[in-house]
């Protein structure tokens, strides 16, 4: 069975946490004291900053977030209220035991259950995950008795297994189990709300592993409140600026790019040949993978360029600083790639009827499907501006015009501007 590559893209939106993380390690390390009237800020910071990502996660209605969000508020509030104390005390002991369970448990579910929205019934119960664990580790707490549970700690959770980490085995194999599942659920659907599950179970994690070092959790509930804030923020920025079909950068951002181009530029309009002719001989979702596939290719355009979704089955790239001579063995690979390419369609006619069966399916070879691969074209038009002052959206219409051209002689060729 032919294997999908698997893409590792995704990842990288792990890398702004982790340098905001790495940043905030050193300065922790480095500054053995801080000083008193820093050391009040530090200490509401956690408060402000997850109290920001849980407005702004429930004025744009995403339930994932918020339940995160508040999660995190109620567990800091306990440790800095309940938890200033050795863990040799039998309440704080329970306390850490219990927020050490449930929290990856927590984050597991969360996992689980898509974000379908905050302000429904689905949302609700997504939320509800909150309480419902506030509401068992209370019963727990209260009601198991203290010498049973403490000797469930020490036989099944002991804490310090070894010096300088402080979290049970146990507990960190079950953090590693859920940082593992949201690698594989963002590796699988790219996605803010899927990267920063990891993000925040990392900091808990390590929060809990150094419980015994001054101010930790002053650094790392600080460090979360800013990555759900930042997370939401270049969500909201992607639902803007980016194509959600094709994954590329769409018409506004090509609209802002071009008002910081230079005097020395080339832009390419690209079509995709007979393109309704293919959604009505095939359907729309074999048209929505002829454009995915298109835009994968595109994407990956050299010399530079830079690819946008302008609109249907057509994109636009742009070239900054480069001439036509430059540009156009780039853009013919491109055309000869695309054209060379083979899509297996969905067999329609044969689909499951049920979600359940259709999810079996998936990842199968096509030909196990009664799949039929087809190849399709495009065609190009191009235009520079070469160190002239003709305005951006002129030379889009010189390259749109040329695009026309190639399609009236024949298709599946490249047309310069006259």
Not at 349 to 361: D, T
Request: charged letters at 20%; glycine letters at 8%; a positive charge.
């Amino acid at each position: 069975m032919r294997v999908k590559p698997v893409s590792l893209t995704p990842l990288r939106r792990l890398i702004f946490p982790c340098i905001l993380l790495v940043i905030a390690l050193v300065l922790y390390y480095a500054v053995p004291e801080t000083p008193g009237e820093l050391k009040g800020i530090l200490d509401w910071l956690p408060y402000a900053s997850l109290g920001m990502a849980l407005a702004l996660s429930g004025y744009n209605g995403h339930a994932r977030p918020f339940a995160i969000a508040a999660s995190l508020l109620i567990i800091y509030y306990l440790v800095t209220n309940r938890l200033q104390v050795s863990l040799s005390g039998p309440d704080a002991l329970r306390i850490y035991s219990l927020v050490s369970a449930a929290f990856p448990l927590m984050m597991l579910c969360l996992l689980l259950m898509p974000d379908r929205g905050l302000w429904n019934r689905y949302g609700l119960i997504v939320i509800a995950i909150v309480p419902a664990l506030i509401i068992a580790g209370v019963l727990i707490f209260y009601y198991v008795p203290e010498a049973a549970f403490l000797n469930f700690v020490e036989e099944r959770m002991p804490v310090k297994p070894f010096p300088g980490y402080i979290l049970s085995l146990q507990a960190g194999a079950a953090f590693g189990v859920v940082i593992l599942a949201g690698l594989i659920k963002l590796i699988r659907q790219d996605s803010e709300y899927n990267a920063v599950p990891v993000v925040i179970t990392v900091l808990v994690f390590l929060m809990l592993a150094m419980f015994d070092r001054p101010g930790i959790s002053d650094v790392m509930f600080s460090l979360a409140g800013i990555s759900l804030i930042v997370s939401m923020m270049r969500a909201g920025y992607e639902l803007a600026y980016r194509d959600e079909l094709t994954g590329l950068p769409g018409r506004r951002a090509l609209n802002e790019r071009l008002d910081s181009l230079g005097r020395r530029y080339v832009i390419a309009m690209l079509d995709v040949d007979h393109f309704k002719k293919f959604n009505d001989t095939y359907g729309h979702d074999s048209g929505d993978d002829v454009l995915k596939m298109v835009a994968k290719q595109l994407a990956a355009v050299g010399g530079g360029g830079t690819a946008y979704r302008y609109g249907g089955e057509e994109f636009c790239i742009v070239f900054p600083g480069k001439d036509m001579e430059a540009c156009r063995p780039f853009l013919e690979a491109l055309r000869g790639t695309i054209a060379a390419y083979k899509i297996q369609l969905r067999d329609i006619q044969n689909r499951p009827r049920s979600e359940k069966a259709a999810e079996e399916r998936r990842g199968r070879r096509a030909k196990s499907r009664n799949g039929k691969g087809v190849s399709v074209t495009i065609s190009i038009g191009v235009a520079a501006q070469d160190g002239g002052t003709v305005p951006a959206e002129e030379v889009i219409k010189a390259a749109d015009a040329a695009l026309y051209r190639a399609k009236n002689k024949g298709r599946n060729c490249l047309v310069t501007a006259s």
